[in-house]
Nanobody
Framework: QVQLVESGGGLVQAGGSLRLSCAASELTVSTYVMGWFRQAPGKEREFVAAVSRAAGNTVYADSVKGRFTISRDNAKNTVYLQMNNLKPEDTGGYYC?????????????????WGQGTQVAVSS
């Protein structure tokens, strides 16, 4: 069965860095659009970053541009999210996702494969 397992979350001070990992099983990350989402307490889930399949193009939410970097290691079948210059508003649960339906035909994330998440807390 497909599994996406996130790791690397933790508690850091503002300005610090974390690298999140998403290890995939029974799914080849190079053949899926892979992304990261986050959800702060009391807030709706929001898109953070994504990387495309063949070309490895990346897309970022405006709130994290210049600070976060998504990458994919095909040999390790793992997706990463490098987070630098963290801010308190980055606090929340971070979730790895693999897109099943092309974004050009469906904007819904309901059919994504999802990980269980890893918690990030950034103190002032």
């Amino acid at each position: 069965q497909v599994q996406l397992v996130e790791s690397g979350g933790g508690l850091v001070q503002a300005g610090g860095s974390l690298r999140l990992s998403c290890a995939a099983s029974e799914l080849t990350v190079s053949t899926y659009v892979m992304g990261w989402f986050r959800q702060a307490p009391g807030k709706e889930r929001e898109f953070v970053a994504a990387v495309s399949r063949a070309a490895g193009n990346t897309v970022y939410a405006d709130s994290v541009k210049g600070r976060f970097t998504i990458s994919r290691d095909n040999a390790k079948n793992t997706v990463y999210l490098q987070m630098n210059n963290l801010k308190p508003e980055d606090t929340g649960g971070y979730y790895c996702a693999a897109r099943i339906k092309p974004f050009r035909t469906s904007r819904s994330n309901d059919d994504n494969y999802w990980g269980q998440g890893t918690q990030v807390a950034v103190s002032s």
